[in-house]
């Protein structure tokens, strides 16, 4: 049977019929190419602020630089002619050995040569000629880099400049260096036993105050989950310092140690719990917020007894939250250095050894051996949390019955004596920094007086670094803000270009695992380069920035998604069906339906922004010092009263945002989100 040809459809033998027809292509049009234009430059400026400077810091640790006395070739004169040329290398090998050279050195490592002749007297008329006996060799009169092959002659009194650099060669001399050292190894050790005591501690504290809010009848609930999370608003530092003004040498309750020191394991996981506490309190309220209360029935109808309900019901439910606190403090209480740098005293810890290789010795490639050492433990708590949480199943169904508490008065009065402790250590930590801000000379004049806010008088940057933490916050906050959730809005609401879009996404996750001193160590090495075009951002505010909204990016940006994905994707299927351009629907659609999720990012880089340490301590410029810092650099000076005074600024500051936030809020959300009362 032959079918009839229809006008306008060519036979089946033109159309090749057998053959395989490849689909064509859709033709991007100018939104499309506009999607991809700013993931690109998105995804530009992570890779130059996140994964180039790691890749520089990586390079730099496997950089070894050691002076090459074999490469240099010595002529001596004393009046009978010159000697046989012998090289700098056979010197110092005829030197006691006590008197020999160190030949490890850093990247701008200078060697005199004078040292290695026992009888040099820059007034004798003896003659010396040097000259470089290896390709790559030199050597330096002052700042005149010598590099040829020709010999050259000096007089005694010129021969006492000269100095010989390093050779620069690649491998893992460093490391090899670091693990032959007990003092630094040790400090793998101390990190990882602080970390996992301090996780234990605060993730049963945590759980425990969480239960008792979700799961009694207590009273002053709202007062005291709001007293949970002001830990989040002060830098880690500050714990540190009320610690000392507790328990130090002077400290008012010193005698509750019993001879024990607060100077060191003590003080670090003390102020570790208090820092990380409203971190795991938050993770663990909402996996017990989302219990079935059928389960729990289930189980009363079995004749469960309350202990066995709460190990076969209440844990395993909450067990993904649970694991992600233990996790998230983990990471937290192993990358900071500010606390442990306050109260640490001789408990070295890799936060402070990154500290001590690169403020105190100058010795770059050594910190960043110990920057790579440091972010394996974070990368491997982040990728297991990652991998728990693909496995968790959904707890919460549409079926499920919202779990509500039974008056119990034992465990009622129970969990508010728990909740009060806990409320009692986070207010006290805060009341012992102000007292000690307002007294005059801690402890023999506790009359209250106003000096120690007088930043000015201090070596901490005064009031000019407190203005510019402000600054810096604000930026953060706006730029942070718009970039963020831009780069949200192309991953999870465009079609197309998969490729580069999960790229981006893998961008976006990573500074989560990247410790705040790793970051910025990378950025010295990577900034600071003469040679990279942007070096001209070094020393300004914008590195300081850059560098706090790249730290913080990964919690903002899966804040910006989890809104985005809150929305059906019909809002761009109609869009593009009535031909309206992407910018329309994302700034008259999206941005005003999302506006409750980009104001609490902008709260969030602006509080961290405020408290941040780790991630600008390598960063700031004498131009550029923040309050952060200086509560750093006032305590490192002695001035105890009025780093705490500062730290307290900073924490009004964050309060005061905090309320002009949810003032803002509130106003913004009465004339964007009326359509969710409908």
């Known amino acids: ?63 070894t ?73 030199a050597f330096l009169i002052g700042s005149e880099r010598i590099a040829d092959r020709d010999w050259h002659e000096f007089t005694s009194n010129d021969f006492r400049r000269v100095v010989v650099r390093p050779k620069a060669s690649r491998g893992f001399a460093n490391y090899i260096t670091y693990f032959s050292t007990p003092s630094l190894v040790r400090s793998i050790e101390n990190s990882v036993w602080i970390a996992a005591v301090s996780t234990a ?28 999370l002001v830990p989040i608003l002060v830098p880690s530092l500050l714990p540190g310092i009320a610690l000392i003004y507790l328990f130090g040498n002077q400290g008012l309750l010193k005698e509750l140690l ?78 900071d250095f500010g606390l442990p740098k306050v109260i640490g005293g001789q408990f070295n810890v890799l936060a402070v050894d990154i500290y001590k290789q690169v403020i105190g010795q100058q010795n770059f490639e050594m910190g960043a051996v110990v920057s790579v050492i440091l972010l394996v433990p974070a990368v491997v708590a982040f990728a297991v949390d990652r991998v728990i949480q693909r496995r968790q199943v959904a707890a919460l169904t549409a079926r499920s019955v919202p779990l509500e508490p039974r008056a119990d008065p034992a465990a009622d009065w129970a969990g508010f004596g728990l909740c009060l402790a806990v409320a009692v250590f986070i207010v006290g930590i805060l009341a012992i920094c102000q007292f000690a801000a307002l ?45 963020v959730f831009v780069g949200a809005y192309l991953v999870e609401k465009t079609q197309g270009f998969r490729t580069g879009r999960t790229l ?15 970051l910025g160590l990378a950025y010295i090495f990577f900034f600071n380069d003469p040679a990279n075009p942007l070096n001209f951002l070094y020393g300004t505010m914008a590195i300081l920035v850059l560098s706090t909204v790249t730290h913080f990016y990964t919690v903002a940006h899966l804040t910006a998604v989890t809104a985005l994905k809150q929305m059906d994707h019909e809002f761009e ?58 509560v750093l650099n006032m305590d490192d000076a002695g001035d105890v009263a009025p780093a705490a005074a500062m730290g307290m600024m900073i924490f009004y500051t964050n ?19 009326a359509w969710r009362t409908r």
């Open 258 to 335: 019993f001879g024990h020191s607060i100077y060191g394991p003590i003080g670090i996981v003390v102020g570790s719990v208090f820092f990380t506490f409203p971190h795991a309190f938050i993770i663990i309220a909402t996996a017990l917020a989302i219990s079935d209360s059928r389960l729990y029935e289930a189980a009363v109808s079995l004749k469960a007894s309350p202990w066995r309900r709460f190990w076969t019901v209440t844990i395993p439910g909450a067990r993904y939250g649970l694991i992600s606190a233990a996790f998230v403090v983990f990471t937290m209480v192993i990358t």
């Open 504 to 518: 981006f996404q893998f961008l976006a996750m990573m500074p989560m695992a990247i410790p705040g001193m790793v």
């Open 65 to 137: 630089y050691r002076f090459d006395l074999s490469a240099f070739e010595l002529q001596v004169d004393r009046g009978a002619g010159w000697t046989a040329p012998v090289t700098l290398a056979a010197l110092a090998e005829a030197l006691p050995a006590d008197k020999r050279p160190e030949l490890a050195t850093n990247h701008d490592g200078r060697l005199s040569v004078v040292p290695l002749l026992p009888d040099f007297s820059f007034r004798s008329p003896t003659r010396y000629r040097l000259r470089n006996a290896a390709d790559g060799a």
């Open 573 to 630: 299927s109609v869009s593009s069906s009535l031909k309206q351009p992407v910018w329309r629907l994302f700034t008259r659609v999206t941005v005003p339906v999302c506006t409750p999720a980009i104001l609490d990012i902008s709260i969030y880089l602006f509080v961290n922004a405020m408290t941040t340490v780790s991630a600008v301590v390598f960063l700031y410029s004498p131009t550029t010092k923040l309050a952060s810092v200086a």
């Open 655 to 673: 309060v005061a945002a905090r309320l002009i936030h949810l003032a803002v809020t509130r106003g913004v959300l009465a004339k964007t989100q």
């Open 439 to 483: 007294v005059k000379l801690w402890p023999y004049d506790l009359s209250p007086s106003l000096r120690n806010y007088d930043f000015d008088r201090t070596d901490g940057g005064g009031w000019e670094a407190y203005g510019n933490s402000i600054r810096m916050a604000l930026w953060t906050a706006g730029i942070g803000t718009s970039v």
């Open 1 to 63: 049977m032959c079918l009839p040809e229809r006008p306008g459809i060519p036979p089946m033998a033109s159309l090749g019929f057998g053959t395989r027809v490849r689909p064509a292509r859709a033709k991007l049009d100018r939104d499309a190419w506009m999607v991809r234009a700013f993931i690109g430059v998105i995804a530009l400026y992570l890779v130059a602020a996140l994964a180039w400077p790691l890749y520089t810091m990586l390079s730099k640790s496997l950089s």
């Open 201 to 228: 501690i605060t993730v049963v504290l945590a759980f425990a105050f969480a239960y008792a809010l979700a799961r009694t009848c207590m009273p002053l609930k709202g007062l005291f989950r709001l007293v949970a």
